[in-house]
């Protein structure tokens, strides 16, 4: 696609409830990420997917959370039993090549936990 | 660790006037990437302006530009002819030249008055 796509855009959910958050990125674009941004603060980077390559998990701040890429296509980013504290934007971003420069982001999707 | 600080949480300018973004971070790497991205109400990051860190040339794009101090490791961005679309909150981020992951600052919200 022409940029990065991420759905939904706002998702409401129960806590205790699990949701999977959806990342689509520009076609041929090999690196994915995702970011989370709670209310007026900057990123905080998740997780890292780099083609067929394990992937960087080491942002993912507990187990409940947990994402998945099958090779070079749309990622899923799942977080099980909502918690208040998950409550942020969660953007997806993806580069053509595995370095730091060449992000485009997506609009994000915001998460509300009540 | 790297760390990134935006100091100035909030600043207005006045329309056609010129505004400063101070950003300042930590790192023991030599060769690296800074970034100003914008942030406007629809989420969505957008890439503003980047600077290779073994460039002394300051980078500039359009009416953006920095001011790179790689000894005092501050990368301060001025917005010169302030127009109202530039509105948004401002980010300053870091990557490792060798890394993938960017290291972002809690941002500055710029105020554009007519």
């Known amino acids: 696609g022409a940029g990065v796509s991420q759905s939904p855009s706002n998702k409401v959910t129960e806590k205790g409830k699990d949701v999977e958050l959806r990342c689509d990125p520009i076609?041929?674009?090999?690196?994915l990420y995702w970011y989370r941004q709670r209310l007026g603060q900057g990123l905080e980077f998740l997780i890292y997917?780099?083609?067929?390559?394990?992937?960087?998990k080491s942002g993912l701040p507990s187990d409940r959370f947990s994402a998945e890429r099958t090779g070079e296509s749309v990622s899923t980013l799942t977080i099980q039993r909502t918690q208040q504290e998950d409550s942020a934007v969660y953007l997806c971003a993806s580069s053509l090549k595995d370095r730091g420069y060449g992000y485009t982001f997506g609009s994000g999707t915001r998460l509300t936990v009540v | 660790a790297q760390t990134v600080t935006q100091s100035q949480p909030e600043m207005s300018v006045q329309e056609a006037e010129t505004v400063t973004l101070s950003c300042t971070y930590d790192t023991s790497e030599s060769d690296y990437y800074l970034f100003w991205y914008k942030q406007p109400p629809s989420r969505q990051m957008i890439l503003v302006i980047r600077q290779e860190a073994y460039k002394q040339q300051n980078a500039t794009e359009n009416r953006f530009s920095v001011n790179f101090q790689k000894a005092a490791k501050s990368f301060s961005l001025k917005i010169s002819d302030s127009q109202l679309g530039d509105a948004a909150m401002y980010f300053c981020a870091y990557c490792w030249a060798a890394g993938n992951k960017l290291t972002f600052g809690g941002g500055t919200r710029v105020l554009v008055k007519p």
């Open positions: 076609s041929g674009h090999t690196a």
């Open positions: 997917f780099q083609g067929n390559s394990a992937p960087d």
